[in-house]
Protein backbone atom coordinates (compact mmCIF):
# COMPACT_ATOMS: atom_id res chain seq x y z
CA UNK A 1 0.00 0.00 0.00
CA UNK A 2 1.07 3.51 -1.09
CA UNK A 3 2.18 5.63 1.85
CA UNK A 4 1.92 9.80 1.47
CA UNK A 5 2.14 11.60 5.06
CA UNK A 6 1.30 14.81 5.16
CA UNK A 7 1.92 17.52 8.30
CA UNK A 8 0.54 19.06 9.80
CA UNK A 9 -2.64 17.85 9.72
CA UNK A 10 -4.66 20.34 11.18
CA UNK A 11 -3.45 24.87 11.03
CA UNK A 12 -4.57 27.91 11.85
CA UNK A 13 -3.00 30.48 10.35
CA UNK A 14 -3.19 34.77 10.93
CA UNK A 15 -3.53 36.40 7.27
CA UNK A 16 -0.37 37.66 5.71
CA UNK A 17 1.56 35.01 7.25
CA UNK A 18 4.10 32.42 5.65
CA UNK A 19 2.74 29.09 5.87
CA UNK A 20 4.15 25.75 4.97
CA UNK A 21 2.79 22.31 4.23
CA UNK A 22 4.55 19.38 4.00
CA UNK A 23 4.24 15.65 2.35
CA UNK A 24 6.51 12.97 2.61
CA UNK A 25 6.03 9.51 0.05
CA UNK A 26 8.09 6.04 0.93
CA UNK A 27 7.13 4.59 -2.47
CA UNK A 28 9.64 6.06 -4.73
CA UNK A 29 7.33 7.96 -7.12
CA UNK A 30 8.40 10.22 -9.59
CA UNK A 31 5.29 12.45 -9.67
CA UNK A 32 3.66 14.62 -6.52
CA UNK A 33 1.15 16.53 -6.47
CA UNK A 34 -1.18 19.15 -4.49
CA UNK A 35 -4.75 19.50 -4.67
CA UNK A 36 -7.13 21.72 -2.76
CA UNK A 37 -10.66 20.61 -1.83
CA UNK A 38 -13.40 23.12 -1.77
CA UNK A 39 -17.30 22.79 -1.28
CA UNK A 40 -18.51 23.54 -5.08
CA UNK A 41 -15.21 23.30 -6.66
CA UNK A 42 -14.42 19.55 -6.22
CA UNK A 43 -10.20 18.97 -5.99
CA UNK A 44 -8.51 21.24 -8.24
CA UNK A 45 -4.79 21.09 -8.97
CA UNK A 46 -2.55 23.72 -7.34
CA UNK A 47 1.42 22.41 -8.15
CA UNK A 48 3.00 19.11 -9.51
CA UNK A 49 6.49 17.65 -9.77
CA UNK A 50 8.17 14.65 -11.79
CA UNK A 51 11.05 14.83 -9.96
CA UNK A 52 13.33 15.93 -7.19
CA UNK A 53 14.13 19.64 -7.93
CA UNK A 54 10.81 20.08 -10.52
CA UNK A 55 7.66 21.94 -9.73
CA UNK A 56 5.28 22.73 -12.72
CA UNK A 57 2.11 24.58 -12.30
CA UNK A 58 -1.26 22.89 -11.75
CA UNK A 59 -4.60 24.81 -12.74
CA UNK A 60 -4.37 27.11 -9.86
CA UNK A 61 -1.07 27.69 -8.83
CA UNK A 62 -2.08 31.85 -7.98
CA UNK A 63 -0.28 32.58 -4.55
CA UNK A 64 1.00 29.22 -4.27
CA UNK A 65 4.84 28.17 -4.27
CA UNK A 66 6.02 25.01 -4.24
CA UNK A 67 9.03 22.81 -3.11
CA UNK A 68 10.40 19.39 -4.14
CA UNK A 69 13.96 19.12 -2.62
CA UNK A 70 14.06 14.91 -2.81
CA UNK A 71 12.45 12.34 -4.62
CA UNK A 72 10.20 11.94 -0.87
CA UNK A 73 9.64 15.08 0.13
CA UNK A 74 7.31 17.84 -1.84
CA UNK A 75 5.78 21.25 -0.11
CA UNK A 76 3.43 23.76 -0.62
CA UNK A 77 4.57 27.37 0.34
CA UNK A 78 1.84 30.21 1.05
CA UNK A 79 4.02 33.24 1.41
CA UNK A 80 1.36 35.85 2.23
CA UNK A 81 -1.79 33.41 3.05
CA UNK A 82 -5.43 34.91 2.93
CA UNK A 83 -8.80 33.60 3.92
CA UNK A 84 -9.34 32.48 0.87
CA UNK A 85 -7.09 29.84 0.99
CA UNK A 86 -8.62 28.16 3.60
CA UNK A 87 -9.53 24.57 2.44
CA UNK A 88 -8.27 20.93 2.29
CA UNK A 89 -4.92 20.74 1.18
CA UNK A 90 -4.00 17.28 -0.14
CA UNK A 91 -0.67 15.89 -1.19
CA UNK A 92 -0.52 12.68 -4.03
CA UNK A 93 2.20 10.65 -5.67
CA UNK A 94 1.97 8.20 -8.59
CA UNK A 95 4.81 6.47 -10.51
CA UNK A 96 5.81 8.06 -13.79
CA UNK A 97 3.84 5.23 -16.11
CA UNK A 98 1.64 4.68 -13.29
CA UNK A 99 -2.25 4.11 -13.68
CA UNK A 100 -3.13 6.00 -10.23
CA UNK A 101 -2.30 8.31 -7.62
CA UNK A 102 -2.40 7.58 -4.07
CA UNK A 103 -3.24 10.44 -1.57
CA UNK A 104 -2.50 11.39 2.11
CA UNK A 105 -5.17 12.14 4.53
CA UNK A 106 -5.17 15.93 4.11
CA UNK A 107 -4.60 19.14 5.85
CA UNK A 108 -7.01 21.51 7.15
CA UNK A 109 -6.11 25.23 7.37
CA UNK A 110 -7.56 27.55 8.51
CA UNK A 111 -6.65 31.60 7.53
CA UNK A 112 -7.88 33.90 9.98
CA UNK B 1 -10.91 23.28 -20.99
CA UNK B 2 -11.44 19.88 -20.28
CA UNK B 3 -14.72 19.35 -17.15
CA UNK B 4 -16.53 17.05 -15.44
CA UNK B 5 -20.18 17.01 -14.41
CA UNK B 6 -21.95 14.85 -11.81
CA UNK B 7 -25.73 15.39 -12.16
CA UNK B 8 -26.44 14.46 -8.15
CA UNK B 9 -24.41 16.41 -4.86
CA UNK B 10 -26.02 14.07 -2.82
CA UNK B 11 -28.08 10.71 -2.93
CA UNK B 12 -29.83 8.98 -0.02
CA UNK B 13 -30.56 5.57 -0.16
CA UNK B 14 -31.64 2.30 1.56
CA UNK B 15 -29.20 -0.66 1.75
CA UNK B 16 -29.88 -3.33 -0.98
CA UNK B 17 -31.33 -0.19 -3.46
CA UNK B 18 -29.75 0.67 -6.93
CA UNK B 19 -27.07 3.04 -7.26
CA UNK B 20 -26.77 5.54 -10.33
CA UNK B 21 -24.41 8.48 -10.13
CA UNK B 22 -24.26 10.19 -13.20
CA UNK B 23 -20.67 11.61 -14.78
CA UNK B 24 -20.53 13.59 -18.15
CA UNK B 25 -17.30 15.11 -19.17
CA UNK B 26 -15.65 17.37 -21.75
CA UNK B 27 -12.93 16.56 -23.56
CA UNK B 28 -11.18 16.14 -26.45
CA UNK B 29 -9.90 12.62 -28.10
CA UNK B 30 -9.67 9.77 -25.37
CA UNK B 31 -9.53 11.28 -22.28
CA UNK B 32 -8.67 8.25 -19.41
CA UNK B 33 -11.63 8.45 -16.83
CA UNK B 34 -12.00 7.53 -13.23
CA UNK B 35 -13.88 6.55 -10.21
CA UNK B 36 -12.61 7.72 -7.06
CA UNK B 37 -14.18 7.50 -3.45
CA UNK B 38 -13.47 9.32 -0.43
CA UNK B 39 -14.68 8.08 3.01
CA UNK B 40 -14.32 10.38 6.08
CA UNK B 41 -11.03 11.71 6.84
CA UNK B 42 -9.30 10.14 3.92
CA UNK B 43 -7.93 11.37 1.03
CA UNK B 44 -9.82 10.14 -2.24
CA UNK B 45 -8.66 6.34 -3.45
CA UNK B 46 -8.99 4.86 -6.71
CA UNK B 47 -11.96 2.61 -7.78
CA UNK B 48 -11.25 2.03 -10.98
CA UNK B 49 -10.51 3.22 -14.55
CA UNK B 50 -11.30 3.12 -18.22
CA UNK B 51 -9.30 3.92 -21.25
CA UNK B 52 -11.26 3.58 -23.89
CA UNK B 53 -14.87 3.58 -25.51
CA UNK B 54 -17.26 0.35 -24.64
CA UNK B 55 -14.30 -0.30 -21.61
CA UNK B 56 -15.90 -1.50 -18.44
CA UNK B 57 -14.06 -0.35 -15.45
CA UNK B 58 -15.52 -2.19 -12.00
CA UNK B 59 -14.22 -2.79 -8.09
CA UNK B 60 -15.91 -3.80 -5.02
CA UNK B 61 -19.60 -4.24 -7.21
CA UNK B 62 -19.30 -0.85 -8.23
CA UNK B 63 -18.98 -0.24 -12.62
CA UNK B 64 -19.09 1.94 -15.07
CA UNK B 65 -18.93 2.35 -18.73
CA UNK B 66 -16.64 4.40 -20.80
CA UNK B 67 -19.13 5.66 -23.53
CA UNK B 68 -17.85 8.62 -26.31
CA UNK B 69 -20.57 8.88 -27.62
CA UNK B 70 -22.71 10.05 -24.66
CA UNK B 71 -19.70 11.41 -23.40
CA UNK B 72 -20.63 9.55 -19.91
CA UNK B 73 -18.99 7.25 -17.52
CA UNK B 74 -22.04 6.50 -15.38
CA UNK B 75 -21.75 4.83 -12.19
CA UNK B 76 -23.69 1.93 -10.77
CA UNK B 77 -23.93 -0.54 -8.04
CA UNK B 78 -27.09 -3.04 -8.06
CA UNK B 79 -27.62 -3.24 -4.12
CA UNK B 80 -25.76 -0.57 -1.92
CA UNK B 81 -24.82 -1.79 1.72
CA UNK B 82 -24.16 1.01 4.67
CA UNK B 83 -20.51 0.78 4.30
CA UNK B 84 -20.66 2.44 0.93
CA UNK B 85 -21.78 5.83 2.41
CA UNK B 86 -18.77 8.02 0.85
CA UNK B 87 -18.45 10.68 -1.63
CA UNK B 88 -17.61 9.78 -4.96
CA UNK B 89 -15.81 11.98 -7.40
CA UNK B 90 -15.55 11.04 -11.29
CA UNK B 91 -12.26 12.21 -13.44
CA UNK B 92 -10.47 12.56 -16.10
CA UNK B 93 -6.60 12.40 -16.38
CA UNK B 94 -4.51 15.17 -18.49
CA UNK B 95 -4.49 13.51 -22.26
CA UNK B 96 -1.46 15.50 -23.73
CA UNK B 97 0.91 14.71 -20.99
CA UNK B 98 -0.87 11.01 -20.41
CA UNK B 99 -0.29 12.09 -16.63
CA UNK B 100 -2.76 9.79 -14.65
CA UNK B 101 -2.04 12.23 -11.84
CA UNK B 102 -3.45 15.12 -13.58
CA UNK B 103 -6.96 15.34 -12.69
CA UNK B 104 -9.82 17.17 -13.03
CA UNK B 105 -12.43 16.23 -10.76
CA UNK B 106 -16.56 17.27 -10.60
CA UNK B 107 -18.17 18.13 -7.99
CA UNK B 108 -18.22 15.07 -5.74
CA UNK B 109 -21.45 13.27 -5.15
CA UNK B 110 -22.39 12.00 -1.62
CA UNK B 111 -23.66 8.75 -1.13
CA UNK B 112 -25.66 8.10 2.20
CA UNK B 113 -27.02 4.67 3.01
CA UNK B 114 -29.56 3.71 5.57
CA UNK B 115 -29.11 0.21 7.51
Known amino acids: EAAVTQSPRNKVAVTGGKVTLSCNQTNNHNNMYWYRQDTGHGLRLIHY???????EKGDIPDGYKASRPSQENFSLILELATPSQTSVYFC???????????FGKGTRLTVV | GDSVTQTEGQVALSEEDFLTIHCNYS??????LFWYVQYPGEGPQLLFRASRDKEKGSSRGFEATYDKGTTSFHLRKASVQESDSAVYYCALSDQETGNTGKLIFGLGTTLQVQP
Open chain 1, 49 to 55: SYGAGST
Open chain 2, 27 to 32: ASGYPT
Open chain 1, 92 to 102: ASGAREGTEVF
